[in-house]
């Protein structure tokens, strides 16, 4: 039996009558009667006995009524879902964060506000640095993400800037240039020539070589000193007096004691990049949605 044959069948056994039947399913009431009789051949069972001012389901025939409603609600409800996926309205997405990203009000404001857009659509969460994120695109573990590196290359990889945003030096609050120094006040880079420097991963993710690059454009490089995975153990490790960490501006909101930051002055001013990236060859019309409120958030 087709689709649109248990649809004839649903609606002559609600009416009664097959000429009421017709009428409601847009059509005449002879093509009706045959199609009735072609189901009724095809499953070789009576569904209905005629009767002078209509028709009557059969035991058989009530069976099937009953079944076939769940059938075409299920349907009509898979039918209905396909297309709210299709216009991104339902489905899912793994957004990756960098480390840094969520202190920026950009971040937490679009995901809440996508979420309120589009509440059946599923989002996780996660967090990585560049290379992580990059790994995570490309096997397609991850969907989006909020990244803080200006040069990822990969194949069939699109990354969307967002912004830049001043970074800041973190120092202990017990560090002689804290102590020298208000809150209100600028350090200049050239100050820090023989300070032991924490980088917040590895070459090639985004702050490490902000970090490298501020350092050279103010006449020397860094000190290297400990490798931090998270800005959490970055920072730790400054209350520790263990180095200094320059970091995004918006992280000035996350307090930790022992730790006090610094404005940097001059013309090498660091540059926290802050941008979404993405595989160009995914088609997912939620993450064409997700997209458009992060670019929305940025204006």
Known sequence: MELKQLRYFVAVA?????????ERLGMQQPPLSAQIKAIESGLQVQLFKRKPRGVELTEAGRELLREGRDILARVERALHRTRRTARGEIGSLCVAIAPTAPFHKLVPRAI???????????????????????????????????????????????????????????????HAIAKATTSSQSVALAQLRDEPFIFIGPPGTGLHDETIAACR???????????????????????????????????????????????????????????????????????????????????
């Open 112 to 174: 809440r506000n996508f979420r309120k857009a589009f509440p059946l659509v599923t989002l996780t969460l996660d967090e990585g640095l560049s290379n992580e994120v990059v790994a995570g695109l490309i096997n397609q573990r991850i969907d989006v993400a909020f990244v803080r590196n200006s040069n990822i290359h990969a194949d069939d990889l699109s990354t969307i800037p967002l912004l830049k945003e001043p970074m800041v030096l973190a120092l202990a609050s017990h």
């Open 217 to 299: 454009g103010a006449g020397y490089s860094p000190r290297i000193g400990q490798q931090a995975p998270r800005i959490t153990s970055a920072l730790g490790l400054v209350a520790a007096e263990m180095g200094v960490v320059l970091v995004p501006e918006s992280l000035k909101s996350l307090k930790m004691d022992g730790v006090v930051y610094r404005n940097v002055k001059g013309p090498h001013q660091p540059k926290a990049f802050l941008g979404i990236a993405f595989l160009k060859s995914n088609r997912s019309e939620a993450l064409n949605r997700f997209i458009a409120t992060v670019r929305r958030e940025k204006t």
């Open 14 to 22: 609600e009416e009664g009558h097959i000429t009421r039947a017709a």
